[in-house]
């Protein structure tokens, strides 16, 4: 029996990169940021070079929540197809939002050579193909949508699919020139340790257990009774928010995730794409730095984080049962299986800015498949917010919309 890690990959490859104390004095910050993930750490990055005195804590050690266990795939095609959030949100607002998605990756990009990562950021292609021949009608539809709109982006035949990437089972797709990977654990740890010789100060392993929220003055408790007193505060806490805010305002799924052993050249023609098709839930893929196939997928409701666990050999064999009914020609032996928890809405779309019963506090909740994008989007979001200024993406990713 070849027994597989049940801890996500990236954080079984890179270990205990950084390393903080917890919080043991009450302090005054003008901005406490909750959560440091990849959201938690881009938002710090930003309020930094904004000249903010900023802190942030963390719960669990750094980047050990979703950041650990996402699989980093950076696409601005949002979980909702355009012409489908066009009907939903109008056009004017469901085009700016799939821009803001696409243009956050160059942004990424920008950031990742700024703080000189080595999280191995790459630009990639996109495949969002037909997972049965029934999806076509909606496939190219949604091609027309986005070529009306300006996105670069052609059709794949059945065949030419199976010709350039060796896919099976894959009935036409849209292929997309922007999107990109990398390594999220490691570029939230290279950004906070960037800004930690600047200044910004991080405590890890302290929760925040209640908070006094005003429009000039918001003062938390930890669980070790330190307060904290901010002249904002910016939660960047995920599916955590739940426990803060009440309401049907997102819905938890349990996704799951296997990494291959490494085999050199195997996988070459998949290199320089993502994949991902249009069952429900749907399947996605991507190579690593290291030659290992990542496949993910078969979500269910999330009901409690034992039982999530609990299914991961289930839901492994799932995995694997698909990766060789649409790689047939590649042996897949898993190394690494491990399962996640993440928000989805209604609309596909994030929750960043103010919500009504927090007054002095932001909310930066990258929801979706693809929240790192999202997430990027928070920071200018936010900065503007602090400054007084309007951001045109405000009001479409707004609690209450």
């Known amino acids: 029996m070849k027994l597989k890690s049940s801890e996500p990959f990236w954080l079984v490859k890179n270990g205990l990169l950084h390393t903080y104390p917890s ?35 963390d719960r669990r050690e750094v980047a050990h929540g979703s950041t650990s266990a996402t ?22 607002n469901a085009v700016a939002a799939y821009r803001g998605c696409a243009a956050a990756i160059d942004e990424l990009a920008g950031i990742v050579r700024e703080v000189k990562s080595d999280c191995g950021f790459r630009k990639k292609e996109s495949l969002y193909f037909a997972a049965y021949k029934k999806d076509q009608a909606g496939l190219l539809r949604e091609l027309e949508a986005r070529k009306k709109n300006g996105f670069d982006v052609s059709w794949l035949t059945q065949a030419q699919i199976r010709s350039r990437y060796g896919l099976h089972h894959a009935f036409g797709g849209i292929l997309s020139a922007q999107g990109g990977s990398m390594d999220a654990f490691i570029l939230a740890h290279d950004l906070l340790a960037y800004n930690h010789e600047r200044g910004l100060q991080v405590f890890d392993k302290t929760e925040v257990k209640a908070g006094r929220y005003g429009k000039k003055e918001v003062q938390v408790r930890t669980e070790y009774g330190n307060i904290i007193t901010a002249k904002k505060v910016i939660y960047c806490n995920g599916f955590e928010s739940t426990e803060m805010i009440k ?128 997430s990027v989007l928070g920071m200018r979001i936010i900065s503007d917010m602090l ?9 479409i990713f707004k609690f209450g919309r």
Not at 72 to 91: C, F, H, N, R, W
Not at 387 to 395: T, V
Request: contains cysteine; charged residues 20%.
């Open 23 to 57: 919080l043991r004095t009450d302090l005054k910050t003008d901005i406490l940021i909750v959560g440091s993930g990849i959201t938690g750490s881009l938002i710090a990055h930003q309020c930094m070079a904004d000249g903010y005195a900023t802190t942030l804590v």
């Open 71 to 92: 699989t980093s795939m950076l696409q601005y095609e949002i979980d909702v197809p355009l012409y489908q959030l066009t009907e939903q949100i109008g056009a004017r």
């Open 247 to 374: 309401g049907a305002f997102v819905s938890l799924q349990s996704t799951y995730a296997l990494v291959g052993e490494p085999e050199d050249g195997a996988l070459s023609a998949l290199e320089d794409t993502l994949f991902w098709n249009t069952a429900d839930p749907y399947h996605y893929m991507r190579t690593t730095d290291d030659g290992r196939l990542l496949i993910g997928g078969a979500d269910e409701e999330f009901a409690q984080a034992a039982r999530r666990d609990a299914a991961i050999g289930k839901k492994v064999a799932v995995l694997e049962r698909y990766a060789q009914k649409v790689l047939p020609h590649y042996a897949l032996r898993p190394d690494f299986a491990w399962a996640g928890t993440f928000g989805s809405t209604k609309d596909g779309l994030p929750y960043i800015g103010m919500h009504p019963k927090f007054p002095g506090a932001y909310f930066v909740l990258g929801f979706g498949g693809n929240g790192i994008t999202f």
């Open 387 to 395: 400054q007084g200024k309007i951001s045109p993406l405000a009001d």
